[in-house]
């Protein structure tokens, strides 16, 4: 079992900046990847980036030129510049992981992103 954390959230005004972490427990070898989705109210969840354990990352459109997700071993952040009142939901972090052949995804909890035009 993995157990994720995510902090860093809050309120922010359009073009400012806010820097999401994400902590992984337990069985942490057994991660193959890490990454930030978003669910904004009445919508689905969606992808907004991964970064593989080799560093190989990826971006959903919306985040390109603006996000950058990084990582040190069992931790993954977010660093959101310039974001925009569209960009306010609930950030989960995910962390899909194989075990003894079996394929998981573990999820944390999520932590809101609220920004103000």
């Known amino acids: 079992q993995v157990q994720l954390a995510e902090s860093g959230g809050g309120l922010v005004e359009a073009g400012g900046s806010l820097r999401l972490s994400c902590v992984a427990s337990?069985?942490?070898?057994?991660?193959?990847?890490m990454g930030w989705y978003r669910q904004a109210p009445g919508k689905q969840r969606e992808l907004v980036a991964t970064?593989?354990?080799?560093?190989s990352t990826n971006y959903a459109d919306s985040a390109r030129g603006r996000f950058a997700i990084s990582r040190d071993n069992a931790k993954v952040f977010l660093q959101m510049n310039t974001l925009k009142p569209e960009d306010t939901a609930v950030y989960y972090c995910?962390?899909?992981?194989?075990?003894?052949?079996?394929?998981?995804?573990?999820w944390g909890q999520g932590t809101q992103v609220t920004v103000s035009s």
């Open positions: 970064i593989t354990n080799d560093g």
């Open positions: 337990g069985t942490i070898y057994s991660i193959t990847a």
């Open positions: 995910k962390a899909p992981a194989s075990f003894r052949g079996v394929d998981y995804d573990f």
